[in-house]
């Protein structure tokens, strides 16, 4: 089982960029999907996660207003959609699957499937 996230690359602040996380093999729709990232020098953080249903999202205050996350069941992919972006978006981005119930989907120790991650820099 692997995730593999994709879309990453180099952006002005103010801009956008959509990243992608893929599966081959399962169903992304048997997971809540979150999206974390890790700036240099920090540790992972968690940034948006949408439930298996799609009725349920969650948002760091970072985030908030800024990102939105989707899920395409008929690709099986999830997307973060990113706009305004900002120097301090900079880091790996990375996807994890999970099972953990709603209210612990905050929690990185939870997920259960990772892929590699995919660069973001933000820069002038």
């Known amino acids: 089982v692997q995730l593999q996230a994709s879309g990453g690359g180099l952006a002005q602040p103010g801009g956008s960029l959509s990243l992608s996380c893929a599966a081959s093999?399962?169903?992304?729709?048997?997971?809540?999907i979150g999206w974390f990232r890790q700036a240099p020098g920090k540790e992972r953080e968690g940034v948006a996660c949408?439930?298996?249903?799609?009725?349920?999202?969650y948002y760091a205050d970072s985030a908030k207003g800024r990102f939105t996350i989707s899920r395409d069941s008929a690709k099986n992919t999830v997307h973060l959609q990113m706009s305004r972006l900002k120097p301090e978006d900079t880091g790996v981005y990375y996807c994890?699957?999970?099972?953990?119930?709603?209210?612990?989907?905050?929690?990185?120790?939870?997920?259960?499937?990772w892929g590699p991650g995919t660069l973001v820099t933000v820069s002038s």
């Open positions: 949408i439930s298996t249903t799609d009725e349920r999202s």
């Open positions: 994890g699957a999970t099972t953990v119930v709603w209210g612990r989907v905050k929690e990185e120790n939870h997920y259960i499937h």
């Open positions: 093999g399962y169903s992304l729709d048997e997971y809540a």
